[in-house]
């Protein structure tokens, strides 16, 4: 399975932004994720989405950001709302199978097995 991610830019504070990524092929019961990784900084979970369209983000992004799939299509999406400079980071879709429908999603990097090239998000002040 390839990962392809797209949509990143620059942008200002408060603006907005939209990540895609598009899957070569069908990981049934997967889990997508996005993490994001700030130079200097490791990588860290950002949001995920199991295959029922349960959703996870983490605190900082709470509210602001949205995740989504489309099963049919092999995609998922990020929609970055009310972008502030500290989320300026690559930005890199994941997935990893799963054998359950429901399982919730590891904010672990080291727990994906497949990776998107990244996309550059910058935040300008």
């Known amino acids: 399975v390839q990962l392809q991610a797209s949509g990143g830019g620059l942008v200002q504070a408060g603006g907005s932004l939209s990540l895609a990524c598009a899957a070569s092929g069908t990981l049934t019961k997967s889990i997508m994720a996005w993490f994001r990784q700030a130079p200097g900084k490791e990588r860290e979970f950002v949001a995920a989405i199991n295959w029922i369209g349960l959703t996870y983000m983490t605190d900082s992004v709470k509210g602001r950001f949205t995740i989504s799939r489309d099963n049919a299509k092999n995609t998922v999406s990020l929609q970055m709302n009310s972008l502030n400079p500290e989320d300026t980071a690559v930005y890199y879709c994941?997935?990893?199978?799963?054998?359950?429908?429901?399982?919730?999603?590891?904010?672990?990097?080291?727990?994906?097995?497949?990776w998107g090239q990244g996309t550059q998000v910058t935040v300008s002040s």
């Open positions: 994941a997935a990893k199978s799963s054998a359950s429908m429901r399982t919730v999603p590891s904010r672990d990097y080291r727990d994906y097995r497949f």
